[in-house]
């Protein structure tokens, strides 16, 4: 029996995508299958197909004088008719048709057929489709049924169950949709499945991707994606080529590449940050929109840190429902908790910088004057406790108001003054300005004369009255012996 299977073959690869090789396998098996059901032996059986596909069935007998076994055997008459050389002994090939095999062997080689061109076929779907997990892949949506959506991917269906959904987005029957292949399983029946996701990190990866060729070309590389899909999504790149900006590469001029992925993902909000290896600027980085004053290392082994903000960043940086602080602890790997500078300060977090400078300025100078005088430790306190914290102070106190300090007996008090006494010259200045000298006034340290003709002011130094001329000698008067 010969089978052209040309036209078959090529509409099997047409409509079935089942390569040549394969479906020949399969009906080669199934033609083996009904000859087997029908004889009970395949031991006399040859297929033989050439490479313009055409198929021949045999069975192999022996010629003979008398038959005995009509499957094995073949008269010498019938053997001529086939082969005119044929001679008693010889084996032959005899042609097979398939039809007589009967109807029940006929329609198990068929069932066979069917079943393996269907398991052929959902193997290939199944390759293809797995070597492309991971993978971008823009369908229609083919129908809605409850929550999940099924989409047409050319030749086969894929299905986007609710929790690969983006929450915020609407799905119309017919519309484009854009999705990545997250997984290719076969389920208990053998069928194969496509699921399909819109919600994972993979699939902001991939579109990053496509816009911006620098990280195609991995000149930028993506450090790790956090998301709450359908809300906000964070992006922490860096690139090894010091003359590249990795976020600004991403973002685009005016924006243009990282909104065209914020359009496909319907305005879920991005930050792309700069990833560092320094903790306390990734961190910072990590927290945008909101500026950071400073970051502080709590725990370096537990990783935990205080991102410190001004009053006005504090919502900003928590986010709304604690979203941004949810995303960046879970981008940088951090356990990050967000506090005003007041409440850093109050918490002993960091230090007011102005109040420590100022007690160090006074302790500085209690330490300097106070502490290295000669005095008892009890005199000391006393001092300090009533803010007397420098030498000047301490000069400067009555008597009287010594012995009221608080804490100071009269014995101190005493000793408090006999010590400044001793130690201590005091000099009271006197205003020059008003200073009043013999016989003549000081003003701006110049002494003056009155002139005893015209009663006008002449200068210590000056040999005439600058306003009526006459001209004048000042002479000193020797001390009474």
């Given amino acids: 029996m010969v089978l052209n299977l040309t036209d078959i073959i090529k509409e099997l690869q047409q409509e079935k995508g089942i390569s040549e090789e394969l479906i020949i396998k399969t009906i080669e098996v199934a033609i083996t299958k009904a000859y087997e059901k029908y004889y009970g032996t395949i031991e006399n059986l040859v297929i033989r197909h050439d490479d313009d596909l055409v198929l021949s069935i045999f069975s192999k007998k022996e010629v003979v004088n008398v038959i005995e076994d009509d499957l094995f055997e073949i008269s010498l ?7 005119e050389e044929a001679e008693i002994g010889d084996e032959m090939l005899v042609p097979c048709n398939p039809e007589n095999f009967g109807r029940i062997a006929i329609h198990s080689a068929k069932q066979i057929i069917m079943q393996r061109l269907r398991e052929i076929k959902k193997d290939n779907i199944y390759s293809d489709f797995k070597d492309k997990e991971g993978e971008l892949i823009i369908g229609y949506i083919q129908r809605i049924r409850g929550d999940t959506i099924y ?17 915020h987005e609407n799905y119309q029957q017919g519309e484009r949709l854009k999705t990545i292949i997250e997984e290719v399983k076969k389920n208990k029946k053998g069928n194969v499945m496509i699921i399909l ?7 902001i990866k991939k579109l990053f991707e496509v816009e911006i060729p620098e990280i195609y070309d991995n000149e ?20 090894n080529k010091d003359e590249i900006d990795p976020v600004g590469a991403c973002v685009g001029q005016k924006g243009n590449r990282i909104m065209n992925i914020i359009k496909e ?6 930050d792309v940050l700069k990833w560092t290896i320094d903790s306390k600027i990734f961190i910072s980085n990590a927290l945008i929109p909101a500026k950071i004053d400073n970051v502080v290392i709590i725990d370096e082994a537990e990783k935990k840190a205080v991102a410190i903000v001004d009053d006005s960043q504090l919502s900003f940086a928590i986010g709304k429902r604690g979203l941004n602080i949810k995303l960046a602890n879970m981008l940088t790997g951090w356990s990050i908790d967000v506090k005003t500078t007041q409440q850093a ?29 000669e005095l008892p ?22 008597f009287d108001e010594i012995k009221n300090l608080n804490g100071m007996d009269d014995d101190m008090a005493n000793t408090l003054k006999k010590f400044i006494d001793e130690n201590f010259e005091v000099v009271i200045e006197e205003n020059e300005s008003e200073e009043i000298v013999e016989n ?3 003003e701006n340290g110049v002494v003056y004369y009155d002139c005893p003709n015209c009663g006008g002011k002449i200068p210590e130094d000056a040999n005439s009255c600058p306003n009526c001329g006459v001209e004048i000698a000042f002479e000193e008067e020797e001390e009474e012996k």
Avoid: C, W
Avoid at 151 to 167: F, S, T, W
Avoid at 197 to 203: C, G, I, L
Avoid at 220 to 239: D, F, L
Avoid at 345 to 373: P, S, V, W, Y
């Fill in 377 to 398: 430790y009890q005199i000391k306190d006393i001092l300090k406790n009533n803010k007397v914290i420098t030498i000047e102070q301490v000069v400067e106190l009555s």
């Fill in 220 to 239: 930028i590389h993506i450090h790790k994606i956090v998301r709450e899909p359908g809300y906000r999504t964070k992006v922490a790149v860096y690139s």
């Fill in 265 to 270: 993902m319907e305005g879920e909000k991005i």
């Fill in 77 to 83: 008459n019938e053997a001529k008719q086939i082969n």
């Fill in 440 to 442: 003549g006034e000081q």
């Fill in 345 to 373: 300060i109050e918490q002993n977090i960091i230090t007011d910088h102005m109040q420590k400078a100022e007690e160090l300025f006074r302790e500085d100078i209690g330490k300097n004057e106070i502490d290295d005088l």
């Fill in 197 to 203: 996701s819109r919600s994972s990190t993979n699939f």
């Fill in 151 to 167: 989409v047409d991917l050319g030749n086969y269906e894929g299905v986007l169950p609710k929790k690969n959904q983006a929450p």
